[in-house]
Structures are given as structure tokens and as C-alpha cells.
């Protein structure tokens, strides 16, 4: 996982998104923080896992809920290549859930700003992974789930229905032209992205939505060095 701090800098050149230049470090400026995921566990990580476990019962149904939506889904559309309940559990749930604690310990440090009614949004969002799950884990924080793919934003609305979550908000688009609209553009406090492109383009889809100031935060498993 990759944690990052946009911050005002000015380049002599230019680049292929130059208008939001100023969220932009030099590489050697950029110093991400290592998160180490954790190896795949037993069938019973459903019931053992540690972030699911911290969770009050409502938030347990309401992922119960959202696991049962995503294999009967799947089942009609390609959302996940994971078609375990269990495996779902530790690879998608566990794995979002583990976001939180970097977010929270890098916001508060880094952007010295409360963690109360964050604003983020959910890069590329696909099955609502990271962003269903933080929104369930997180009610306070208000979520944007952005996703380009009109079958997939179909799913997202009908599970934010079915689990009655008021946080959230989905937004079909592709990043490189949402970013470019007034409406998102520098408006979020964290944007979040799982699985979605190679750290260069994923800092031209998520940085013009971040404001100057906030966090921008790429999930990029066991080696991060290897995926930026």
C-alpha cells in the first residue's frame, strides 16, 4: 500500500494532465509508506478475522449482506474471480478493512485534520471494494464510489439499497474526465484505489480529485516498490 501526501510543486515542463501540477512531488520526494498485507488464512477467517471482529453487529450483517449480493451478482455478471464466501471474507473484505488503519494514522499525522465526516472517493470502484466496505466500517465518512462501467454502477446502487447506507454516492465516469469537472475536482480529503493501474496512471486518475492537502492512498499489496 502506498500513502501519499499531494502538496503544491511546480514543474519547468509540462504534463500530460498539467493542470493539476501543483498535487505533484519529484520521485525522489516520494516516500511511500509500506503497508504489508497479510498472507491468505483458513476458511474460518469469517468469523476469526481481526478488522471483521472490531466491527459492531449491524456492520457484520451489513457485510453479510453485501458478500450475499456480490456471489449472486457474480453469478450474472464478472465482479470478482474470488467465489468463495470465505475467500471473499479474507481476500476483498479483510483486505479493505486493512485500509482504515493506515488512512487514519497517516490523515491524522499528515493533514493534522480530524477523521470525522471524511470525504473520499473510491477510484475505478468496481465491485465497491475498498469503498462499500469503508463506507460500512466507516458511517461518519461520506463515500464516492467512481466506477465506468454502467453494469457495475447497477450493482453498487443496488447494494447501497439493499443495505440502506445513506454515505454513499455512486458516480459513473471514467477518472482522467471526472477529474477535469469542477464538481470533483480538488474536493476530496482521500482518494483510494485498489487494483486499478500501474502507480503512474493511477496518480494522473486520483490526484486531480484530492485536494492540495489531503491523501491519496494506493492499495498495492505485499510489494509496493514492485507495482509503483
Given at each position: 500500500m502506498l500513502l501519499y501526501q499531494p502538496r503544491s510543486f511546480h514543474f519547468s515542463v509540462s504534463l500530460s494532465l498539467g493542470t493539476f501540477i501543483k498535487h505533484f512531488v519529484r520521485a525522489s520526494d516520494l516516500k511511500p509508506t509500506a503497508i504489508t498485507r497479510r498472507s491468505?488464512?483458513?476458511?474460518?477467517?469469517?468469523?476469526?478475522?481481526?478488522?471483521?471482529?472490531?466491527?459492531?453487529?449491524?456492520?457484520?450483517?451489513?457485510?453479510?449482506?453485501?458478500?450475499?449480493?456480490?456471489?449472486?451478482?457474480?453469478?450474472?455478471?464478472?465482479?470478482?474471480?474470488?467465489?468463495?464466501?470465505?475467500?471473499?471474507?479474507?481476500?476483498?473484505?479483510?483486505?479493505?478493512?486493512?485500509?482504515?488503519?493506515?488512512?487514519?494514522?497517516?490523515?491524522?499525522?499528515?493533514?493534522?485534520?480530524?477523521?470525522?465526516?471524511?470525504?473520499?472517493?473510491?477510484?475505478?470502484?468496481?465491485?465497491?471494494?475498498?469503498?462499500l466496505i469503508l463506507a460500512i466500517a466507516c458511517p461518519d465518512w461520506k463515500l464516492t464510489l467512481l466506477e465506468s462501467l454502467n453494469k457495475r454502477c447497477v450493482f453498487l446502487e443496488h447494494v447501497v439499497g439493499l443495505i440502506g447506507l445513506t454515505n454513499v454516492k455512486v458516480v459513473r465516469g471514467r477518472a482522467e474526465d471526472v477529474g477535469q469537472n469542477l464538481e470533483f475536482r480538488e474536493v476530496y480529503d482521500v482518494a483510494v484505489a485498489r487494483a486499478v493501474a500501474e502507480m503512474r496512471i493511477l496518480a494522473e486518475y486520483c490526484l486531480p480529485l484530492v485536494r492540495v492537502g489531503g491523501l491519496f492512498v494506493a492499495a498495492k499489496g505485499h510489494s509496493p516498490e514492485v507495482h509503483a
Open positions: 491468505a488464512t483458513t476458511k474460518s477467517s469469517i468469523v476469526s478475522a481481526s478488522h471483521f471482529e472490531t466491527l459492531n453487529p449491524l456492520q457484520k450483517q451489513q457485510l453479510q449482506l453485501y458478500v450475499d449480493a456480490l456471489l449472486d451478482w457474480n453469478q450474472k455478471m464478472n465482479l470478482t474471480a474470488v467465489r468463495d464466501a470465505n475467500d471473499v471474507m479474507d481476500r476483498h473484505i479483510e483486505d479493505s478493512l486493512a485500509i482504515i488503519p493506515p488512512i487514519h494514522n497517516s490523515y491524522v499525522l499528515s493533514c493534522g485534520s480530524s477523521m470525522e465526516k471524511l470525504n473520499l472517493v473510491d477510484v475505478g470502484s468496481g465491485a465497491g471494494l475498498p469503498g
